[in-house]
């Protein structure tokens, strides 16, 4: 066995350097029984990432079950689910913006846009769940609710948003390491606010007819049979 070490020297990140190494060690012909593993920061790397993985898992199933105990119901959170790939799209616009790279720090991040993301379509959806319990037809609860709730989602979103940006323009000794995550954070919140909006109504739209038509297909036999005589 032998062991090659090196640091890094300079801005560029662990895995941009770990890239260019596999790219050269890619081209070398090693004979049989020889093989290439990487070690160090990189496997510390990996194995972060791994368990960062992981906790995003749990926490989306976490907050889905209590999600579906507070409605009462299983469908509804899933729609409202659909806001965390959503901020995902905000989150890489936002790095690729100013040039971060996505690193453990970003990842909890987004971690914590799992809870932060999905408060916005929760207070949508329940006022219309609200007002089609008061007897509003769907399409008239979705815009009411929509019109209602467009200031309150826009003020909790943008409060996150500002106290969140002196930390994302990485000012300060040391500040650089904490931007990534306020970054991930603000990419992520803003892309859901504007999408959210438009999204969840037409998925709220789209599952309900869809399970009525999956009730009217699978309706119980007898009840058929009752409605034909």
């Known amino acids: 066995m032998a062991s090659i070490t090196a640091n890094l020297n300079g801005t560029r990140p662990l895995a941009a350097v770990l890239k260019d190494v596999q790219a050269q060690m890619a081209q070398l012909q090693l004979p049989p029984g020889y093989s290439v593993d990487y070690t160090g920061q990189t496997e510390m790397m990996n194995e972060t990432f791994g368990q960062l993985g992981l906790a995003l898992i749990m926490a989306v199933v976490l907050v889905y079950l209590v999600m579906a105990a507070q409605f009462e119901s299983f469908f509804h959170p899933f729609i409202i689910m659909f806001s965390i790939p959503v901020s995902l799209t905000g989150v890489v616009a936002a ?4 040039g971060r790279t996505f690193n453990v ?5 987004v971690i914590m846009l ?74 992520g919140l803003l892309a859901s606010t504007v999408l959210t909006l438009i999204l969840v109504p037409v998925l709220y739209t789209i599952f309900e007819d869809f399970g009525r038509g999956l009730k009217h297909l699978f309706g119980s036999p007898g009840r058929r049979r009752g409605v034909e005589v």
Do not use: K
């Not at 720090?105 to 991040?109: M, N």
């Not at 959806?125 to 309150?152: F, H, M, Q, S, W």
């Open 95 to 98: 790095l690729m913006f100013t």
């Open 105 to 109: 720090v970003a990842f909890i991040g």
């Open 114 to 187: 799992a809870g932060i993301v999905l408060s916005n379509a929760i207070i949508l959806v329940d006022y219309i769940n609200v007002l089609r319990r008061e007897g509003t037809p769907r399409e008239e609860a979705i815009l009411a609710a929509g019109r209602t709730r467009l200031r309150p989602i826009l003020m909790t979103a943008l409060t996150t948003v500002l106290a969140m940006l002196p930390l994302a323009a990485g000012i300060g000794e040391g500040a650089e390491m904490e931007a990534g995550l306020a970054t991930a954070v603000v990419g």
